[in-house]
């Protein structure tokens, strides 16, 4: 592809370009990465992209002289704690502001996609929500065709997914969202090479950090100790202008921030003692009628789930699971009964005859956890807490993963701005995100009686009009779409309760009250 740049004073970045799949087309740039010592890595969106879908990024190498926006050039080196899929996307979004950044691992990294024991939920079912594949495109242009050429299932979300809650199924309809399907080590394989490409990357395996660094005189953190688990002596000091803690879940940052004056973060909870089983079958194409997943929501009156989704080699994942104990058995009979059990049999259907590819695997969430570092007055400069480590959600919702890379993208935001007050203008962009996920995720699961938590009026109105958008959306294209969107983090919770969404709701209902088929109503 040839490409030509013309800047425009005060304005768009505008990008003619030629080649066998341009067509002359033009295109707007949305971010610069400049890393050092290599060429400017520029990513596009199509003005006009009819041929190659609703959103398309490029990516290409230019030896641009002059200055093409403003990067800030945050310091020499940062340290991200961690590369589980949280490290790898904080890793990427400072790397276009630091000279070198390390990412520090206690374990020894696969090379090929498998599990392994410090992401014990790896051999469980994860979700990739539209918003978070979109946001990959934009820190890694070309992912999504990278990731479908080597195995991962591509659909639409709204057209090739059973979605059952509250006693009914949504329609299914061609949309413009558009869903991957893959295992967690698939996936993390895939964004861990892309990381590793960037120059100024470094991976450090079979290492532990044991504590930061904390330079009183400055008020800040400027690097972190480390043990090797490969056998090495001692415990090394390594300096940086950065790091950021993303350990995930168990986090030991508000002992750090103790141990070092700080007062910790208040910690939200609500417990759900959740509890899953998880098999992989051999996949055929013909069965669950040729859907890609089937996701069978917790409601009334048993609060079951069950999940069931096509990967890389042919295989379904098959999540069972319940709330506060009620756990699918860990054998055979007891599993398909379980499946037997859920208020729809398309599961079940599938697994009685499937060849089995795995034992039955247990997996225990207990509570959502969030840490409200947004409040608090002092913190540590040169220090950032990311991922998990500030909220983790029930797995059910699928949502971890995609808050992750909206943070990636907030963080580079942020980071494009300076490092001055980095802290509370990050963990502040960081807290609005995760609002939406956070009320999505306890809202539902506060449906559920025994469930513990403040239930205020809003939240039960929402839950109840969220029954009723349900029920009418079995045969109307347009509540499905805009409740799966909401469900994809494209569009806010207020969507579905726009004039226009509430009428159809009303009418949806009154219909099927007046005839239980009613057809189907399109746009």
Sequence with gaps: MKAKVQLAEGGKQVVSQSGPHMNGMTS????LQIHPGCSMLVSLRLVNPETLGLRAHYAFATSLSGRLGAMAHCGGQAIVIGASMGGLLA???????YDRVTVIERDELPEAPEPRKGVPQGRHLHALLARGREGLEQLFPGLTEELVAEGAVRGDSVEDVIWFNHGCCLCNTPSALVGLTMSRPFLENGVRRRLLRLPNICLRQRS?????????????????????????????????????????RGSRCAAWLNALGYAAPRVEKIEVGIGYMTRLYRRRPEQLNGMLGALFAACRPDWR?????????????????????DHPPAD???????????????????????EKLSPLMPYRFGTNLRRHYAELSRF???????????????????????????ESLAL?????????????RFFRAADRLIDIPWQIAVGSDLQHPGVQGNRPARLRFFNWYIAQLFRAAQTDVVLTTRFLETLNLIRQPAALLAP?????????????????RPPVIRP
């Design 91 to 97: 890793a990427r979004a400072v790397a276009e502001h």
């Design 332 to 354: 055979e009979e007891g599993f398909l009964e379980f499946a037997r059990s859920l208020q729809k049999p398309d599961i079940f259907q599938v697994i009685r005859e499937a």
């Design 28 to 31: 707007v740039i949305t971010s």
């Design 380 to 406: 540590p400069q040169g220090f950032l807490v990311y991922g998990d480590a500030l909220c983790s959600f029930n797995p059910v919702y699928g949502q971890g993963m995609t808050v992750a890379i909206m």
């Design 305 to 325: 789930v069950g999940v069931i989704a096509a990967q890389e080699g042919e295989r379904w994942i098959v999540s069972l699971g319940g709330y506060l104990g």
């Design 500 to 516: 226009r969404m509430a009428l159809r709701v009303w009418s949806g209902n009154r219909r099927r009250a007046r005839d239980p």
């Design 208 to 248: 532990e950090v044991e504590e930061p660094v904390f330079d009183h005189d400055q008020g800040r953190v400027a690097g972190v100790r480390v043990w090797s688990r490969a056998g090495a002596d001692g415990v090394e000091a390594l300096t940086a202008d950065l790091v950021v803690d993303a350990t995930g």
């Design 412 to 424: 580079r935001q942020c980071l494009a701005a300076g490092t001055d007050d980095i802290a509370r």
